[in-house]
């Protein structure tokens, strides 16, 4: 690489187009193969990166290049260098946190959305954005058979955001300034937020932002009893103690598929609750949320009809890339409320300053969005509902394949039921009994103990070495007190055999390990 140092500064030598057809469409070409043959080549890579802290600032030249290089060595750049240190979300080996699922579509609906490169904050600045994410929403709204007044149809609507982050921030946001209304903005250092101890941490990062204080945000505790679902009656006790103490709760974020666990909140009776104190309900379905375009688990949604925002990331589980959260209201004039900005630079037309359109920069926190409602479209018309349905009941069946394996070794618990695609299980640690039953396990009774220190520390030696391998990556989790491994399938080029793979790595490792 070169760099101003090195090379003269004549103008000559650096004359460029920043924007050539005929070399964009020749670079292209080279662009789409380097990715298709990345995918080609993918299981040939350790899937979580080896590379150490600061590895890459040793490769490159400290400053820019003064002048151009040819994309043929950039990519070969990008293949010796970058590739090395990524974590292949994409690998079908890839088990680790949620999926990032990834498809055709998807791809070239981003091509796109960055080709157009449009800045699509009003109705006027690109009417043809504004209107496809109005449509894009309606259909995936009525896929997940979402209540009428969630949608435009029905005086609802929805927007597409960033990520859940933005979306419990924004929902957040309309409920305080909704009950700051009612009882004066002094008052905002009295308003509480509720979630479970599984709630996603991005409710704690929104509180913040939003001006509420950390002491106001309560993680109610749930149990394996309930299989780490928030219970009703726990969430009316906090509130009661809350209103007891001169506070005045605000917000409640539900979970359909909690990160941890995939765990479910019953929607209906916590909505009855909170709706029977004044908060504003929101659901978070990130990652489980898209598996309801199948009946089958559209039962999770049942009183959905009584929550006031829900949203899913349609990039996660929904072969949709980075970035696309779905985000629907039941009443969008209490978030314009709070987000509208009208400057008189932004005053363009009659359209614009009317109720005849949506203006999504009043949706948001930013002014300035992309047009991702296009990669949404390519793939909602690319695969058609029946065929997305089949995508994700496959990683649903191949989730039950692990889940299989795991109940029949009994080294090995599932500790929590499998909602989803994925499965939360540990490795059991030599019993501390003495009394040996003719299998090699100590029984009280007929319950076998367990140190759940040592199981810990048991687990999460097996991970770290399972994901030093470089064959599979998962992740982890906390619940309880109990350190388990997460096994989510989702990636797009996963298959049974991936899944037999990766349990025989699991069970070579704890092998190892054990010394058994």
């Known amino acids: ?244 103490s001169g506070l005045v709760p605000v917000f409640l974020c539900a979970t359909i598929g909690t990160t941890a666990t995939t765990a479910v909140d019953p929607l209906r009776p916590l909505c009855d609750v909170a709706n029977s104190y004044g908060l504003w309900v929101h659901v978070d379905a990130a990652y489980a949320g898209n598996a309801c375009i199948c009946p089958e688990f559209q039962h999770f949604l049942e009183g959905v009809e009584g929550a006031h925002s829900f949203s899913l990331n349609a990039h996660k589980w929904f072969f949709t890339t980075l970035d696309c959260c779905c985000l629907w209201l039941r009443d969008p004039k209490a978030l314009t409320k709070s987000l509208s900005t009208n400057p008189e630079y932004l005053m363009s037309t009659h359209a614009t300053n009317s109720e005849q359109v949506v203006n999504y920069k009043d949706w948001q926190i930013a002014l300035s969005r992309r047009f991702r409602s296009m990669k949404l479209w390519l793939v909602l018309r690319s695969y058609g509902v029946a065929n997305l349905r089949s995508f994700l009941r496959s990683h649903v069946k191949m989730a039950q394949l692990f889940e299989h394996l795991v109940a029949n070794d009994k080294r090995f618990e599932v500790v929590v039921p499998r909602n989803f695609a994925m499965v939360c299980f540990r490795a059991l640690p030599l019993p501390t009994s003495k009394e040996v039953s003719e299998n090699g396990m100590a029984v009280y009774g007929h319950k076998i103990s367990y140190d759940q220190e040592c199981s810990n520390q048991l687990n999460q030696e097996l991970l770290k070495s399972i994901n030093a391998s470089g064959h599979v990556y998962l992740t982890h989790a906390v619940v309880a007190g109990l350190y388990i491994i997460r096994f989510a399938v989702g990636a797009t080029l996963t298959e049974d055999r991936h899944v037999f793979t990766a349990w025989k790595v699991v069970q070579e490792h704890l092998d190892a390990i054990t010394g058994m």
Not at 64 to 84: F, G, K, M, N, S
Not at 137 to 164: D, S
């Open 1 to 244: 690489m070169n760099t101003a140092e090195s090379v003269p500064k004549t103008p000559s030598s650096c004359s460029l187009s920043p924007l050539n057809l005929e070399e964009f469409r020749r670079q292209g070409y080279m662009a789409i193969d380097f990715i298709a043959d990345y995918y080609q080549n993918i299981e040939k890579h350790p899937v979580l990166s080896q590379v150490e802290p600061g590895y890459l600032k040793n490769l490159f030249p400290k400053s820019a290049p003064y002048c151009p290089e040819p994309l043929e060595t950039i990519l070969h750049d990008v293949q010796e260098h970058i590739v090395p240190g990524i974590t292949h979300w994409q690998s079908p080996s890839y088990f680790g946190y949620f999926p990032s699922s990834a498809s055709t579509a998807g791809f070239l609906g981003e091509m796109l959305c960055t080709g157009f490169n449009v800045v699509g904050f009003d109705w006027m600045s690109s009417p043809a954005a504004t209107e496809l994410e109005n449509i894009v929403m309606e259909w995936l709204g009525e896929m997940l058979t979402l209540p009428k007044c969630f949608l435009f149809a029905g005086n609802g609507g929805g927007v597409i955001q960033g990520t859940t982050c933005e979306a419990i921030l924004c929902t957040l946001v309309a409920a305080r300034d909704r009950m700051l209304t009612q009882i004066g903005k002094d008052s905002i250092g009295k308003l509480v937020v509720y979630g479970s101890n599984q709630t996603h941490s991005a409710l704690q990062k929104a509180a913040h932002v939003a001006g509420i204080h950390k002491t106001n945000c309560r993680e109610i505790e749930t149990t394996k009893s309930t299989s780490f679902a928030l219970s009703p009656e726990s969430l009316r006790l906090a509130i009661c103690l809350d209103i007891e």
